[in-house]
């Protein structure tokens, strides 16, 4: 042999035997690497399979309360319309208000008997009579309390008078008449209560 053969079987075998020993290593790590992937990935299938059935039965606990808190929602927007239409007239009716007390005045103020006095008074008592029917079609409700116990939820106290003959906390005077909308008080009733 001679030497360039020699050196090229020794440049062989080297590569030869190198490669040999990379795969014996390669097969010896790939099946226990393989194991330990599949055992881990079967651990996470088992933990998100935990993890969704602990969210399925926590939906279906949330699920009837949900459902309360919907219907809750629905009830209190009815409610919310109900009393919209309701009580919708509540500032238009409060603005009206004075134009009445305005009508009972002048019906007081004149109080003459001459011929034309009656006539103005007769004219504003139909005026008054017109405007309080058209307020009563609106669910709109005066208060006059007079000879009334005292309410304070319908009636404010301008003052306590000494009045003989009457019951203590009995109204004794109507100063501004008060006024209801569909039950809820828009104007209180001035008032002066008898003394105890």
């Given at each position: 042999?001679?030497?360039?053969?020699?050196?090229?079987?020794?440049?062989?075998e080297p590569v030869q035997s190198a490669p040999a020993?990379?795969?014996?290593d390669t097969d010896i790590l790939e099946p226990s690497t393989a194991e330990a992937a599949d055992v881990s990935l079967v651990q996470q299938l088992e933990e998100s399979r935990a993890e969704i059935d602990a969210l399925k039965k926590e939906l279906d606990e949330l699920k009837p309360r949900a459902q309360?808190?919907?219907?809750?929602?629905?009830?209190?927007?009815?409610q919310d319309v109900e009393k919209a239409h309701k009580f919708g007239l509540e500032k238009f009716a409060t603005e009206l208000l004075p134009v009445v007390d305005s009508l009972e005045r002048a019906i007081e103020a004149s109080q003459g008997d001459d011929d034309k006095t009656k006539a103005i008074r007769e004219g504003v008592e139909m005026t008054l009579g017109l405007f309080l029917s058209s307020l009563e079609k609106f669910n709109v409700e005066q208060l006059n309390p007079q000879g009334e116990a005292f309410n304070p939820e319908h009636h404010q106290a301008m003052s306590m008078v000494p009045a003989e003959g009457v019951e203590p906390n009995t109204v004794v005077a109507v100063v501004q008449k008060g006024y209801l909308l569909n039950g809820r008080l828009v104007r209180p009733a001035m008032v002066m209560v008898a003394k105890g």
């Open positions: 042999m001679s030497k360039e053969q020699q050196n090229q079987n020794e440049a062989v020993a990379e795969a014996v309360a808190e919907i219907q809750n929602i629905r009830r209190r927007a009815e």
